[in-house]
């Protein structure tokens, strides 16, 4: 529960995604299971653990994140067109 209740970290985005979804105690179950397997690859490997991040998912896939925001958009009754920012030239 620690994992979860910490900020900015990847276990805690990882329960959160799975709690939304499954329930809380899936979800500790889940994040136990995440920390087990980090705590493994450390001591076959001999590497250190570093953490990807709370926002790991959306860097991974930046069109999935997309597509969610537009679909949640529309579903509030929104109509979502996009289009690109205007940097300024250098």
Not at 11 to 24: D, E, M, Q, V
């Amino acid at each position: 529960m620690s994992a979860a209740r910490s900020k900015g970290t990847y276990l805690s985005a990882r329960y959160r995604r799975i709690a939304s979804r499954r329930g809380p105690v899936k979800a500790v179950v889940a994040a136990g299971h995440a920390i087990l397997i980090a705590i493994w690859n450390m001591i076959t490997s001999g590497a250190l653990s570093d953490d990807p991040g709370s926002d790991s998912c959306t860097r991974r896939n930046p069109g999935k994140t997309r597509q969610r925001a537009i679909d949640q958009l529309r579903q509030m009754g929104y109509a979502v067109t996009l289009e690109p920012l205007k940097t300024a030239a250098a």
